[in-house]
């Protein structure tokens, strides 16, 4: 077991933070573990004084080695990355994962979590998951260093350490970057000033030009990769499941001084040679292309780029499709980049949960040559049911299952799509070799002969089944159908006997993009009982279903019912009902747990990590449209999240006028969605609330205020309801109301403190309504960008008119200009981007001019939020196919409404703040005869 020095620490492995004491770790960590192969090395020397089977033990050393992360590699003379045993290219998928430091680290804290525990769960998710990448994102700059880049071994590194060692166990090779540059306190800990190290000392902004910054940068380099880890016995500079070392996170780039930022790379990279270390050295691109000339130059081997198409914080869940997003990343293909090896240190779709986006970006990322690709950030199982650590990411397995599947299938786009090959533009790239993904079914899916996996249930089918050897999903298939709301993975382990493994239904609650709480839970783990029904033709239709595993728990091999047999169930018809665990099927019985291998890939044959139990009151989230047609039946739905089901629950509706309350019986949907048929003679024209009761035993409860009552008792006082509307089939649809709206804007980005939008809610002089105030932004120097847009997304409204929304014939605008000749544009966008704008010109009065939707052509549109970082995708056009001659809009497939300002509308004159915009009321979707209500009010 390997012994090192001392260690100081002002934060121990538990999480209790003093700055002023100092801790002595023991020499001898009786709870370090040693790894594998040590394990392996002393049974063969003490079976060989005892005389036994050498042969066997050799062969457990080799099982063991090949499992562990311990491939060496090579650069190639083309730049491509290459494995130097069998000479393959190297393609890795995986994640970021910042437990030791930063808010991961504190969040654990938050909890009261055993940190070592949690990443031993969370590395067993990876490697779940079929993920061999990892990034080593390691705030050590900040809190394991001194201002002069002294390394201090604290309990910060004592956890990097404890990764490393359990990441190389499960098989998952890593990239290393120790030096974050940005605050470690970011977003909880903002007024904390206890972190030691050297990026609090000079910060960001002077680490590419300051001597002593890149003095203490150079010194930190070299201590922290000849540090000896603990627990493997290696320094870093020799640890073979770090292939890669990532210079400096995200610097501020200087391409203006070509040689000054050569010397900058060349002295971070002379510091990691100096070790002795000859892993590959790569130095970011994507904060600033225009660095790439300085990276050709420079001794670095590879470049390191990030991409967010769905930008960062939007602060809530996006809707709407943003596949259109992902067709390409043309920066990368740059000439000066072209034999430079790439790896994408960072990406997300941040503020989603789809099916269809992973595979979509990695598609990308092989079509530019990545060969590593890291999403940030993994969330932790103790703390992703409350999406503690970072706000606009959320991927957890057990949390976001199919977020989560997506992820899965991306490893496989990494692993299986050649590098730097073209799919088109969408929506022809939604195919692309075994792979599809789809924005209407959310569902991104390999159907191929050896796998088949789907995030969302899908009726592809896999061309031959016997070949199958995995299937995983979230959702129903031809081969698994699945009542439950938890992803599942099938394993062949021969002929006739597969491994099921399933996890718990995760039931959202509150949206998880909102600003996190320790105390607010955004999802609930469930574990319920589901049917499930296989279809296999090597198991049939009356296979045995063998619980090995569940809850956490392992089964005892002596079996568990006490007669020597495992406990076993059998299918009828192929179906049966399963909870979350382990399970062995066999079309011959059941199995002797002796028989089954101790491993499947990386993980243990019954391991299963459950997550931890909440104790929440029943919650409903109501699933309506916000609009309904008056005297037409309707479906009104809702999702009832509790640990058991309700023995029966009533959906109550009324006009907000002071009517009764009238009740409708709620019917099981299909997982925790309960639906009710509203019949028309219900459904009068007008504002309407609703309300659900549940009912269990002699228990009550209206939701959503909580009352132990129903809305009809006498005494029933509550007021707490949801809202909707129901409206003739002529009634003008209201597409965009400021004081409900604004809040819900994607705008242009104007640096980073105009991510969120420059602009303000007023109240009108003339109504009193709310107002958007919308102007160009104009800079100190007189300035301002060609285009300024803010986009919403409304395709809920849209959809709520299906039956009507052909009738309509014209937009109604509301508003008026900051000054005399200005111009708004208007532009409906469709899901698959197409756009059709209108300019609207205006004055300093009030108007309400009808813009007739035949005065929309063809035009651009904008992809909002913008992908982050760059501005390489700003403008979008007609999608493959589209805005031909005869093309017009398709209004039940209208998306998004834009608004846009523009440089060009201004010509030659001058601009200052304030002086070039509008003033917008609202905007409505006219139907039946085109009126102009263009007077003055």
């Known amino acids: 077991m390997c012994s090192g020095p001392p260690v100081a620490s002002s934060i121990d492995v538990n999480g209790n933070r003093d700055a002023r004491r100092q801790e002595t770790v023991p020499l001898v960590d009786t709870s370090v573990v040693r790894s594998a192969s040590s394990c392996v090395i002393e049974l063969m020397r003490v079976g060989a004084k005892q005389g036994v089977f050498l042969a066997v033990l050799t062969t457990l050393a080799s099982s063991v080695q090949a499992q562990r992360a311990d491939r060496h590699v090579y650069l190639d003379n083309q730049g491509v990355v290459r494995w130097r045993d069998d000479k393959q290219e190297v393609t890795l998928f995986g994640a970021n994962y910042v437990l030791p430091t930063a808010s991961d680290y504190r969040a654990a804290g938050y909890l009261h979590a055993d940190r070592k525990k949690m990443i031993d769960e969370d590395m067993a998710q990876f490697a779940r998951m079929g993920w061999d990448g990892l990034r080593l994102t390691f705030w050590g700059d900040w809190e394991a260093s001194d201002s002069a880049g002294n390394l201090i071994a604290n309990g910060h590194l004592d956890l990097q350490d404890y990764l490393i060692a359990q990441a190389r166990e499960r098989g998952i090779y890593m990239l290393f970057s120790p030096i974050q540059l940005y605050g470690s306190n970011w977003p909880d800990a903002l007024s904390d000033t206890s972190p030691p190290g050297f990026g609090r000392h000079f910060g960001k902004a002077r680490m590419g030009t300051d001597p002593a910054a890149l003095a203490a940068q150079v010194n930190y380099l070299r201590q922290i990769l000849n540090h000896v880890n603990r627990y493997t016995g290696l320094a870093l500079k020799d640890e073979p499941a770090i292939l890669f070392i990532e210079l400096v996170n995200e610097p501020w780039h200087h391409p203006e001084n070509l040689e000054g930022s050569i010397r900058y790379i060349n002295a971070l990279t002379d510091a990691v040679r100096s070790t002795g270390c000859n892993k590959l050295v790569f130095y970011n691109v994507s904060q600033d292309f225009r660095i790439g000339e300085a990276i050709r130059r420079s001794k670095a081997q590879g470049?390191?780029?990030?991409?967010?198409?769905?930008?960062?914080?939007?602060?809530?869940?996006?809707?709407?499709?943003?596949?259109?997003?992902?067709?390409?990343?043309?920066?990368?293909?740059?000439?000066?980049?072209?034999?430079?090896?790439?790896?994408?240190?960072?990406?997300?779709?941040?503020?989603?949960?789809?099916?269809?986006?992973?595979?979509?970006?990695?598609?990308?990322?092989?079509?530019?040559?990545?060969?590593?690709?890291?999403?940030?950030?993994?969330?932790?199982?103790?703390?992703?049911?409350?999406?503690?650590?970072?706000?606009?990411?959320?991927?957890?397995?057990?949390?976001?299952?199919?977020k989560a599947m997506s992820a899965i299938i991306a490893v496989e786009v990494m692993h299986r799509l050649p590098r730097m090959r073209s799919y088109g533009s969408y929506p022809e790239n939604t195919r692309f070799g075994d792979f599809h993904v789809s924005y209407d079914g959310d569902l991104g899916e390999l159907v191929a002969r050896d796998a088949f996996l789907y995030a969302g249930s899908t009726r592809a089918a896999p061309p031959d089944p016997a070949a199958l050897r995995r299937i995983a999903g979230y959702g129903s298939s031809p081969v698994v159908t699945y009542d439950g709301e938890g992803i599942y993975f099938l394993d062949k382990v021969r002929p006739g006997v597969w491994r099921l493994e399933v996890y718990p239904d995760a039931v959202p609650v509150r949206d998880p993009f909102e600003p996190p709480s320790p105390d607010k839970v955004v999802t609930r783990a469930i574990s319920?009982?589901?049917?499930?029904?296989?279809?296999?033709?090597?198991?049939?239709?009356?296979?045995?279903?063998?619980?090995?595993?569940?809850?956490?728990?392992?089964?005892?091999?002596?079996?568990?019912?006490?007669?020597?047999?495992?406990?076993?169930?059998?299918?009828?018809?192929?179906?049966?009902?399963?909870?979350?665990?382990?399970?062995?099927?066999?079309?011959?019985?059941?199995?002797?747990?002796?028989?089954?291998?101790?491993?499947?890939?990386?993980?243990?044959?019954?391991?299963?990590?459950?997550?931890?139990?909440?104790?929440?009151?029943?919650?409903?989230?109501?699933?309506?449209?916000?609009?309904?047609?008056?005297?037409?039946?309707?479906?009104?739905?809702?999702?009832?999240?509790?640990?058991?089901?309700?023995?029966?629950?009533?959906?109550?509706?009324?006009?907000?006028?002071?009517?009764?309350?009238?009740?409708?019986?709620?019917?099981?949907?299909?997982?925790?969605?309960?639906?009710?048929?509203?019949?028309?003679?219900?459904?009068?024209?007008?504002?309407?609330?609703f309300v659900v009761t549940l009912f269990r035993g002699d228990s009550t409860v209206t939701l959503p205020g909580g009352l132990h009552l129903k809305p009809t008792e006498w005494d029933y006082s509550g007021r707490a309801s949801w809202t909707l509307n129901v409206v003739g089939p002529a009634t003008p649809l209201r597409l965009f109301d400021p004081g409900q709206d604004a809040t819900r804007l994607a705008f242009t980005r104007i640096g980073d403190a105009g991510r969120r939008g420059l602009f303000r809610v007023t109240l009108s002089e003339i109504t009193g309504q709310p107002v958007f105030h919308f102007e160009l932004p104009v800079d100190a120097r007189g300035g301002s960008p060609p285009d300024y847009t803010a986009s919403l997304v409304i395709e809920d409204r849209i959809k709520a008119r299906q039956e009507t929304i052909a009738g309509t014939v014209a937009l109604h605008v509301r508003l008026r200009g900051l000054g005399e000749r200005q111009i708004l544009h208007v532009t409906l966008m469709e899901d698959d981007g197409t756009s059709w704008t209108a300019a609207v010109p205006v004055d300093s009065a009030w108007r309400e001019p009808a813009v007739p939707l035949t005065d929309f052509t063809i035009g651009r549109g904008v992809l909002l939020p913008e992908g982050f970082p760059g501005e390489w995708n700003y403008w979008v056009g007609p999608a493959t196919g589209r805005g031909g001659g005869g093309d017009r809009p398709r209004l039940d497939r209208v998306e998004r409404l834009q608004l846009s300002l523009r440089r060009e509308d201004v010509g030659g004159a001058a601009v200052s703040p304030g002086s070039y915009g509008v003033e917008v009321e609202s905007i409505i979707l006219g139907f039946g005869r085109l009126t102009d209500q263009g007077s003055r009010r």
């Not at 595979?359 to 040559?369: K, L, Q, S």
């Not at 970072?390 to 976001?400: A, G, K």
């Not at 459950?610 to 047609?629: G, K, R, T």
């Not at 809702?638 to 023995?647: E, I, L, S």
């Open 528 to 689: 319920r009982a589901w049917f499930m029904t296989i279809t296999l033709a090597d198991l049939g239709d009356r296979f045995s279903v063998q619980r090995m595993n569940g809850g956490g728990q392992a089964v005892p091999k002596g079996l568990p019912d006490g007669r020597g047999r495992s406990q076993a169930g059998r299918s009828e018809g192929g179906r049966f009902a399963v909870t979350p665990g382990v399970y062995v099927l066999s079309a011959s019985g059941p199995v002797d747990p002796g028989t089954l291998p101790a491993r499947v890939g990386q993980i243990g044959f019954t391991e299963y990590h459950a997550p931890p139990a909440d104790s929440l009151p029943p919650a409903a989230q109501p699933l309506a449209a916000p609009e309904y047609l008056a005297e037409r039946p309707a479906e009104l739905r809702v999702r009832v999240v509790d640990g058991t089901p309700p023995d029966s629950a009533v959906l109550f509706l009324r006009p907000t006028a002071g009517a009764l309350y009238s009740g409708f019986t709620l019917h099981p949907a299909g997982g925790y969605v309960y639906a009710a048929a509203v019949p028309a003679t219900a459904l009068r024209e007008g504002p309407h609330e």
């Open 303 to 402: 470049i390191t780029f990030g991409w967010y198409p769905t930008g960062l914080n939007s602060s809530h869940e996006l809707v709407g499709n943003y596949l259109r997003g992902t067709d390409a990343y043309p920066d990368m293909l740059r000439p000066e980049l072209a034999r430079l090896p790439r790896i994408v240190y960072e990406f997300d779709s941040p503020d989603l949960r789809t099916g269809y986006m992973y595979p979509a970006m990695a598609r990308t990322f092989r079509a530019v040559g990545a060969q590593f690709a890291a999403m940030f950030a993994y969330d932790m199982l103790q703390t992703a049911s409350r999406n503690l650590g970072w706000q606009t990411h959320y991927l957890n397995l057990v949390y976001t299952p199919r």
